[in-house]
């Protein structure tokens, strides 16, 4: 389980640090699992990759944004891990969330073993259970989606267009062969030609030689490649 750690107070991160550090020694000696754990003491680095943690302790109170207000920066962009916010003698932060107080986890400062432990226990298995994202980034900007997430994938010379739901899009410098490799987590996806991939669930019409999805694209559909959508779709409906 990944793990990261924000507060802007050194003596009390190296202290959040240690207990985490203890629970993961616990665990690697039952045999289970231990913590990767990152540190942060300021905001733009904790912001940079937050998706990719399974639990996000944080504590802001020496900057003009508090602990809570980096929480919901974490909820805009898309982190849907476990956020555990930290208690403090100058914040009270699920008092200060109000009426969006279920949306976080809190633990008072200083921290207390058995609450730890409770805590971790939810983010054990939120990272269980966790669906597999893909990354997909430019310079403009990073989106973490998963497989439903993506209506289709298209090469277009050097780069990847993806056409995603809610009308989004992004375009990344990559190779449908690369995408392809990784592809076995996501048995939503499926190629149809040597240039584009496409969701099975968003498939309207399979003809002889193209591919209508339910956004109104169509696509032409490769020789040898009409058995993949019956494939995915048999996988599917199978789990």
């Not at 240690?18 to 993961?24: A, D, E, F, H, I």
């Not at 904790?46 to 974490?74: C, H, I, K, N, R």
Request: glycine share 6%; hydrophobic share 35%; aromatic share 10%.
């Amino acid at each position: 389980m990944h793990i990261a750690v924000c507060d802007d107070n050194i003596a009390e991160r190296k202290q959040t640090e240690r207990l985490l550090g203890r629970q993961s020694d616990k665990h690697k000696k039952a045999g289970e699992e231990g913590f990767f754990i990152d540190s942060y003491g300021n905001i733009p680095a904790f912001l940079s990759v937050p998706q990719m943690y399974d639990a996000l302790f944080v504590d802001m109170q020496e900057t003009e944004e508090t602990g809570l207000d980096v929480a919901y920066m974490l909820l805009k962009a898309g982190v849907v891990a476990p956020i555990i916010l930290l208690n403090n003698d100058k914040y009270n932060y699920k008092e200060m969330a109000g009426s969006d107080a279920d949306k976080f986890y809190y633990l008072n400062k200083p921290i207390r073993v058995k609450e730890l432990e409770d805590i971790l226990d939810i983010c054990i298995e939120y990272s269980r259970n966790r669906i597999p994202t893909i990354e997909l980034r430019n310079d403009a900007e990073t989106i973490y989606a998963v497989g439903d997430d993506i209506i289709s994938v298209v090469q277009e010379g050097s780069y990847l267009e993806y056409t995603l739901t809610n009308n989004r899009s992004i375009k990344t410098l990559d190779n449908l062969y690369n995408f392809c490799d990784g592809l076995e987590t996501f048995p939503m996806l499926c190629p149809i030609s040597d240039n584009v991939v496409v969701n099975v669930n968003h498939i309207s019409k399979v003809g002889l030689l193209t591919v209508n999805l339910d956004n109104g694209k169509r696509y032409h559909l490769g020789m040898g490649y009409k058995n993949n959508i019956a494939e995915a779709r048999k996988y599917l409906e199978e789990q």
